[in-house]
């Protein structure tokens, strides 16, 4: 059948029912619909054009131009895709600069710098965290609890962050990583911050999601993979 958007009784298409529903109309008790796409397409085989399901299921699909075409078939001419506009291209690169739960694999590391990360990790969740207005801190919670439960992807707490930190809380929580980046590294000084707002909104996500929590978020992401 083609999908045009007619009315299909569901005696007699129950299979077919139970897919679609009434997704595209009908009453559901005695009717529904088969979706309309809104748009055509003109398909040919071997130069021979196609008038129903049955003769295209019967004769095969081929994919060059020629066989769709026929042997005089002249294919169009290559065109460059327009340049995307500077939104998508931001919303693009926020996508790419995302966190992304995968495992560690770093070099080994003693256990006494072990316990110096670990113990600058806990201070600087800490010391941001207070750096919060109440609001702000049960908005970051709610937050993480949803990422937690598996109702919002890790970023998706940066992305709240974003929108609800100030420029004084910013500054503050940029601080704190400044600081934290100097204790494990040669030089005393750290690259400049080209976005406040979302280089904050990313640190405060990495400090205050805990190992437990994040355990259990990758333990969720190695499931939906499977």
């Known amino acids: 059948m083609l999908s045009q958007g007619q009315p299909l009784p569901v005696d007699g298409n129950r299979p077919l029912f139970s897919v679609l529903g009434t997704s595209a109309g009908g009453d559901g008790k005695q009717t529904f619909k088969l ?10 085989v071997g130069g021979s054009s196609v008038t129903s399901p049955r003769m295209l299921a019967q004769s095969g699909r081929h994919m060059t131009v020629q066989d769709s075409l026929g042997s005089g078939a002249i294919s169009a001419p290559f065109r460059m895709p327009k340049p995307p506009a500077p939104q998508v291209v931001a919303a693009r690169r926020l996508i790419t600069s995302a966190i992304r739960v995968g495992p560690a694999r770093g070099t080994p590391v003693s256990r006494e710098l072990a316990a110096r990360m670990q113990q600058a990790h806990t201070d600087a969740r800490t010391a941001a965290i207070e750096r919060l207005s109440p609001g702000n801190r049960a908005r970051l919670d709610a937050a993480i609890e949803q990422a937690v439960a598996g ?64 355990r259990t978020i990758y333990a969720r992401e190695r499931l939906t993979e499977r």
Do not use: C, W
Not at 35 to 44: D, H, L, T
Not at 174 to 187: H, K
């Open 35 to 44: 979706p309309n796409p809104g748009f055509g397409a003109i398909v040919a």
């Open 151 to 214: 109702r919002m992807k890790p970023y998706g707490v940066v992305t709240e962050m974003i929108a609800s930190l100030t420029n004084a809380e910013a500054d503050a929580i940029l601080e704190i990583s400044d600081t934290m980046t100097r204790a494990f590294q040669d030089r005393p000084d750290v690259e400049p911050h080209r976005n406040l707002q979302l280089e904050a909104a990313r640190f405060l996500t990495s400090v205050a999601i805990t190992r437990e929590q994040m």
